[in-house]
């Protein structure tokens, strides 16, 4: 048996050699020795069930993993990772290879030793464990969690080659958790007063502790306390054994390790919302509070890392929609730089703040592409250009850059992070 | 608490929460216990804008600077200038609306509470929630000093707190994307002849060069078109060090020979017993194996960011590592080591390979106190050719 010829790499390069033959029509062949001979994988017995009691992705599949970017940062202890989208399909993020950002390092922190207070403007300020958030009720939720910073390198100019770098601090879960309002009816909200103007306060038990501020609407509206995802524990990474899920909102008020919820007055203004996750304008001045992320998409093949290899005839472009604002209900794709657009297949629909596949069925023949995506959500937001992201913003604003992506596919099927005129 | 559904429905009537769905279960279950006061006062510690939630204490300009200089120097430099990648802290002024602006506490914080908040919370790094108020203060004040916005005598005490004026307090606008985005880009998108003429590519990826490859090689690219791009930035290229799996490799998939594509994994298989032999000195007599010193430099990549060695390495955030093996600890008079290493080279103790290696598995348990902000390298291996190739590139 011949591993080199068995590697998705192989097929590829094979198929490949062929492809001029497939350009003309269906190819006349020789006799497939994979078929005429018998293998080894035909004839020997495989692993044992007791083999891998928890399993890891095929050895052939070991290129789909995070990838760091190490100049973006000065520790990787503070630092982030990306999620390999280009080699992803479906919807839902695999924990394993879904991107980490962190503070101060992925801790462990096990249940047994995990708290979780409540406390400040409450009628009654507790002490939950781990057991004790299991007695809640709890629902199951499919949401997307972008970092605010996704596309963040991509301001000044087309920066980073593939789609893991440029939109890859990005996953997408079902999240297994209890509402936040239920734990803070739990406590009493008496003591609050008037919910309109009160906020919440999170925070995790990390040597960060990554403070957020969340407004009392959004706080009793979607926000869950989760400690499962994809019907699993959250990864130690992603923090266990619990973390805040924000729907539609940026990754870093999704507090990981969360161990205390406190009812405020007001804003707490902490590092995380006032030094960082704030967008600066042209002017100097800065935007604050932009927690939503508004509606974005980006194709994932064929993208820099993942060329069309097979040759001339049909293709199939896909990528990822979504928005903070709720359902995708539209994409449109380009292929000349945004001059003529076509509506492409949204698979299965949408959940609302949560990523949507979609597909565009086509045929390329070599001809030169500029290929973009364009997603509208259920408010009719329509994703901008980068030009138009800069008419309002100018380029220092570094979060929240949801501009449509594009990537130039040359003749022999390669495809470049690419900015046009 | 039974009243709590009445608070939210009276709270949804005037506000925009009206289309909150009120949970069933209205009851509160009796789940948890009640938090005590000093669980309580252990954990909020939050500080709010106008100084609620400060404990007494105080902290002078003076004391901050020696306490800055302890904890924080390292990597924020002596005047908060910031050194290699690290943020700066003081500075910046007038650049918000320039090209990549600095956003220092003095530029850009609008609030002296978030300062202390951050450094009492989550200060030093590899280190948090060690200082004491007066410490926080006075870190606080040579901050504010710093950046010019207090005076050499001033005491920074929940009682100043009103005195000192953030110069971007009023520098921040609540989000307007409402108004200023979503009014314009909410309509029906363009299906043909949208632009105005054929697009033309402007610039590419391949100009900057900045992607790690995917072989696990280093980024290579020119360090001045880095800094022209990334200078100044919070995700600023000050430095191009590291390679994609040396941070990025999932741990279990390293620990799996045949997933192993990487040239590292392939040295570190084809090598699979030298760590093994804790000799003290293995290549005493033939010279190092250029497979293991090949392999440790790779390893030292990841401490690359704050150690140089080899032909003219300086200090950076932390000592430059020529005659490592054989050196006493703190032994470089230009270096301001972390007080416990002091200790440990007055006390005699010299970098071995046993002392090197038991520290590099586990440095903040070897050293208690260590401002390194390594968590320690895992494989024996690696600690071994890590080892080995300083010795190498010492030479």
Redesign the interface.
């Known amino acids: 048996m011949s591993d080199g010829n068995t590697t998705r790499r192989g097929v590829l390069r094979g198929a490949l050699a062929g492809s001029a033959a497939l350009a003309a029509g269906r190819a006349a062949a020789e006799s497939d020795p994979l078929i005429t001979e018998l293998q080894d994988w035909t004839s020997f017995g495989g692993d044992p069930i007791t083999a891998r009691p928890y399993g890891?992705p095929i050895?052939f599949e070991?290129?789909v993993?995070?990838?760091?970017?190490?100049?973006?940062?000065?520790?990787?202890?503070?630092?982030i990772?990306f999620t390999p989208i280009h080699a992803l399909e479906g919807t839902i993020t695999p924990q394993?290879c879904a991107f980490e950002r962190h503070?101060?390092?992925a801790i462990e922190l096990a249940k047994e030793n995990y708290r979780l207070?409540?406390?400040?403007l409450v009628?009654?300020?507790?002490?939950?464990?781990y057991a004790?958030l299991e007695?809640?009720?709890r629902e199951n939720h499919v949401y997307f969690c972008e970092c605010a910073?996704n596309t963040?390198?991509e301001w000044?100019?087309?920066?980073?080659?593939?789609a893991q770098?440029t939109h890859g601090m990005l996953h997408n879960m079902e999240y297994t958790g209890i509402?936040m309002?239920?734990l803070l009816?739990?406590?009493?909200?008496?003591a609050?007063?008037?919910?309109?103007d009160k906020w919440i306060?999170v925070?995790g038990a990390d040597?960060?502790?990554n403070?957020r501020s969340i407004p009392m609407?959004k706080a009793?509206?979607d926000v869950l306390v989760a400690f499962k995802a994809n019907g699993e524990a959250l990864r130690k990474e992603h923090g266990y054994p619990v973390r805040l899920v924000v729907p539609g909102w940026e990754g870093n008020m999704w507090v990981k390790w969360l161990?205390?919820i406190?009812v405020?007055d007001?804003p707490?203004?902490?590092?995380e919302e006032?030094?960082?996750y704030?967008d600066?304008l042209?002017?100097?001045?800065?935007?604050?509070?932009?927690?939503?992320m508004?509606a974005k998409s980006v194709i994932t093949s064929p993208s820099?890392?993942q060329p069309i290899t097979h040759g001339h005839g049909p293709v199939v472009i896909t990528g990822l929609a979504w928005s903070g604002h709720g359902k995708i209900t539209r994409v449109?794709v380009?292929k000349?730089?945004?001059?003529?657009?076509?509506t492409a297949r949204l698979d299965r629909g949408s959940d609302p703040k949560a990523l949507a596949r979609f597909y565009l069925d086509t045929e390329w023949n070599g001809e030169p592409w500029?290929l973009q995506s364009?997603a509208?959500d259920e408010?009719?937001?329509?994703q901008?250009t980068k030009a138009?992201l800069r008419e309002?913003r100018g380029?220092?604003s570094?979060y929240h850059n949801n501009c449509i992506q594009?990537w130039?596919i040359a003749a022999d099927g390669s495809a470049?992070?690419?900015?046009?005129? | 608490m039974s009243n709590c559904p009445d608070i939210l429905r009276a709270a949804l009537l005037g506000t925009a929460l009206t289309t909150l769905a009120l949970p069933a279960v209205a009851e509160p279950l009796g789940l948890g216990r009640a938090a005590t006061p000093e669980e309580i006062a252990a954990w909020d510690v939050n500080v709010m804008p106008d100084g609620t939630g400060l404990p007494p204490g105080e902290g002078d300009v003076w004391t901050g600077d020696e306490v800055f200089a302890e904890y924080c120097a390292s990597c924020h430099g002596d005047f908060a200038e910031g050194r290699d990648a690290w943020p700066k802290l003081a500075g910046g002024f007038g650049s918000l609306d320039k090209v990549d602006p600095v956003k220092t506490v003095g530029s850009f914080w609008p609030y002296v509470s978030t300062v202390w908040d951050y450094v009492n919370r989550s200060m030093p790094f590899g280190g948090a929630g060690n200082l004491t108020p007066d410490e926080v203060y006075a870190i606080t004040a040579y901050i504010l000093y710093s950046n010019d916005l207090v005076d050499e005598d001033f005491v920074l005490s929940p009682e100043t707190w009103d005195q000192v004026e953030m110069p971007n307090v009023d520098g921040f606008i609540i989000d307007d994307r409402a108004e200023a985005e979503y009014a314009v880009w909410r309509a029906e998108p363009c299906m043909t002849d949208c632009r105005d003429a054929p697009a033309t590519i402007n610039r590419r990826a391949s100009d900057v060069g900045v992607t790690p490859a995917d072989d696990g090689t280093m980024v290579e690219s020119p360090m001045e078109a880095l800094l022209a791009k990334y200078g100044g930035t919070e995700w600023g290229a000050e430095r191009v060090s590291g390679s994609v799996y040396m941070d990025g490799r999932p741990d279990e998939m390293a620990a799996m020979p045949e997933a192993a594509e990487t040239e590292a994994v392939q040295e570190a298989n084809a090598e699979p017993t030298a760590p093994a032999a804790a000799e003290p000195e293995p290549e005493a007599e033939t010279g190092p194996d250029p497979v293991v010193v090949a392999a440790g430099e790779k390893v030292f990549k990841r401490c690359s960011a704050c150690h140089a060695v080899g032909d003219g390495a300086r200090n950076k955030s932390g000592p430059q590592l020529n005659g490592i093996i054989g050196r006493p600890v703190a032994a470089l008079e230009d270096f301001r080591y972390s007080k416990v290493f002091t200790t440990l080279g007055e006390e005699g103790q010299v970098w071995d390979m046993d002392s090197l290696t038991e520290f590099l598995a586990n440095p903040r348990a070897w050293a208690k106190g260590t401002k390194m902000s390594f968590a320690g390298l895992k494989s024996e291996y690696d600690i071994h050719a890590v080892i080995v190739y300083l010795e190498a590139a010492s030479d």
């Open positions: 890891l050895r070991a290129d993993i995070r990838r760091n970017v190490p100049w973006l940062t000065a520790d990787p202890v503070s630092s990772n394993g503070h101060s390092g207070m409540i406390n400040g009628d009654q300020p507790l002490v939950f464990s004790d007695r809640f009720p910073a963040g390198m000044a100019g087309a920066q980073l080659n593939g770098f509402p309002r239920t009816q739990e406590a009493g909200l008496g609050a007063g008037d919910l309109a306060y925070e040597a960060s502790s403070g609407e009793l509206d161990r205390r406190e405020t007001g707490v203004e902490s590092r006032t030094s960082k704030t600066v042209e002017d100097g001045t800065a935007r604050k509070w932009t927690w939503v508004d820099p890392q449109d380009s000349d730089g945004g001059m003529t657009w076509e500029l364009r509208m408010t009719g937001y329509v901008p138009a309002v380029e220092n570094v594009t130039a470049e992070n690419v900015e046009l005129s």
